[in-house]
T-cell receptor, first 112, second 114 residues
Framework: IAGITQAPTSQILAAGRRMTLRCTQDMRHNAMYWYRQDLGLGLRLIHYSNTAGTTGKGEVPDGYSVSRANTDDFPLTLASAVPSQTSVYFC???????????FGPGTRLTVL | AQSVAQPEDQVNVAEGNPLTVKCTYSVSGNPYLFWYVQYPNRGLQFLLKYITGDNLVKGSYGFEAEFNKSQTSFHLKKPSALVSDSALYFCAVRDMSNTGKLIFGQGTTLQVKP
């Protein structure tokens, strides 16, 4: 069982470019989340999806968009990357809103 | 506003000694509390949770946590630390909105020395 996979593992991106971070889970979890982790700031929620077909904004949604076409996939898109989006991005999922979340291995993104 | 505080940036213990990583929280209503561990260049791994019931919660790798409602604390403990326990530990509380998001503390680095 793979759990949650994320791709790419790392990426260096020029400012202004468009980038999609991929996230796939095989646990049939309803809820999925995108967090960014920054030194000294912990993890902050970018977007979430409680079930396929629905999404919502988290604490820091600006500059990011998501879609949830099916249960397994929850891609995160940066329409026009900026250096402040340099971070480590984690995808997570949970079976319900009340249960623990399981995290992917992360994507380290550098925007120059 | 809901929040989680981990007052120590780093905790140092000798191998074989007991360890405690502190966490306090502020939420309205009954809290859903979690502990996660993060090893270098890895994602977060779930350790344990408190939803309701017994105040002493047992989790993975010999860790446990004690929920104290009067002190609004949820400290992580282990009776005998291992060098391999050295990692970054996060306490989290579930947000009470319908996002289901976790509100994380800043993290505490645990260093276990041989």
């Amino acid at each position: 069982i793979a759990g949650i996979t994320q791709a790419p593992t790392s990426q260096i991106l020029a400012a202004g470019r468009r980038m999609t971070l991929r996230c796939t889970q095989d646990m049939r979890h309803n809820a999925m989340y995108w967090y960014r982790q920054d030194l000294g700031l912990g993890l902050r929620l970018i977007h979430y999806s409680n079930t396929a077909g629905t999404t919502g904004k988290g604490e820091v949604p600006d500059g990011y968009s998501v879609s949830r076409a099916n249960t397994d996939d929850f891609p995160l898109t940066l329409a026009s990357a900026v250096p402040s989006q340099t971070s480590v991005y984690f995808c997570a999922s949970s079976s319900t809103l009340y249960n623990e979340q399981f995290f992917g291995p992360g994507t380290r993104l550098t925007v120059l | 506003a809901q929040s989680v505080a981990q007052p120590e940036d780093q905790v140092n213990v000798a191998e074989g000694n007991p360890l405690t990583v502190k966490c306090t929280y502020s939420v309205s209503g009954n809290p859903y509390l979690f502990w996660y561990v993060q090893y270098p260049n890895r994602g977060l791994q779930f350790l344990l949770k408190y939803i309701t019931g017994d105040n002493l919660v047992k989790g993975s790798y010999g860790f446990e946590a004690e929920f104290n409602k009067s002190q609004t604390s949820f400290h992580l403990k282990k009776p005998s630390a291992l060098v391999s326990d050295s990692a970054l530990y996060f306490c989290a509380v579930r947000d009470m909105s319908n996002t289901g998001k976790l509100i994380f503390g800043q993290g505490t680095t645990l260093q276990v020395k041989p």
